[in-house]
């Protein structure tokens, strides 16, 4: 006469043979039937336990060109370059526009005489002086346009170009050109300081022409 388990017994009886075959009778809180193996937990390997795992990646340094550059420092370092050589009387009249909008003040000549000034460059004003009175003449013209919009923000691209003539005898000394990005909140201000970005560089590479070693 056979004998039919009722279901709680069922139950205990695959808890017996699991318990047997793997050493635990639950796995995540439910039976484990009989025969199947029981699983035991992970462990988590690191990365660089890992044979042949490529190292983690590090955040590569910033380029010098992106970081942001002082006025003091780039004059300081044009100081040491023109060391005590004798400076020329220069006079600076820079022509610029904003294309589509009316500009006021000349951020490259304003950037330029700052540059001469800083330098030990004896400078005379555009409008006091004639073009005769100085030793050197630095013109040019520049102008500035409308890049995108996003968001907020506003991207505009500036052109300078500037010579420096000899006012004496009429030759050209040096001739330099830059190309400058700004982003800002407003298109009048980008533009200004896309010219003034534009025209520091070129002082830095225009002024040590003109001194007499």
């Known amino acids: ?61 910033r380029p010098s060109c992106c970081k942001p550059r002082k006025d003091e420092d780039l004059i300081a370092a044009l100081n ?9 009387l220069v006079r600076v009249h820079i022509v610029e526009r904003h294309v589509g909008l009316v500009t006021i003040d000349p951020a490259a000549e304003t950037e330029l005489t700052l540059f001469c000034r800083k330098t030990g460059f004896p400078v005379l004003d555009k409008d006091a002086a004639s073009r005769g009175q100085a ?7 520049g102008f500035s346009e409308f890049a995108m919009r996003r968001g907020n923000l506003v991207s505009v691209k500036a052109r300078l170009e500037v010579k420096a ?33 534009a025209a520091s560089r070129i002082a830095l590479r225009l002024l040590p022409k003109l001194v007499k070693k």
């Open 80 to 88: 040491k370059e023109l060391g005590k050589a004798k400076r020329p």
């Open 1 to 61: 006469m056979g004998y039919s388990l009722i279901p709680g017994q069922l139950r205990n009886r695959r808890l017996a043979v699991g318990k047997t075959a793997g050493g635990r009778g639950r796995r995540d809180g439910r039976c484990v039937r009989a025969g199947t193996p029981v699983s035991r937990p992970r462990r988590r390997v690191r990365r660089e336990d890992r044979v042949g795992a490529a190292p983690d990646r590090q955040r590569a340094p």
């Open 135 to 141: 030793e050197i003449a630095l013109t040019g013209e």
């Open 165 to 197: 003539v000899d006012v004496e005898t009429g030759k050209v000394i040096a001739a330099d050109r830059q190309t400058s990005v700004v982003v800002d909140l407003t298109e009048q201000i980008a533009g200004k300081r896309a010219l003034q970005d």
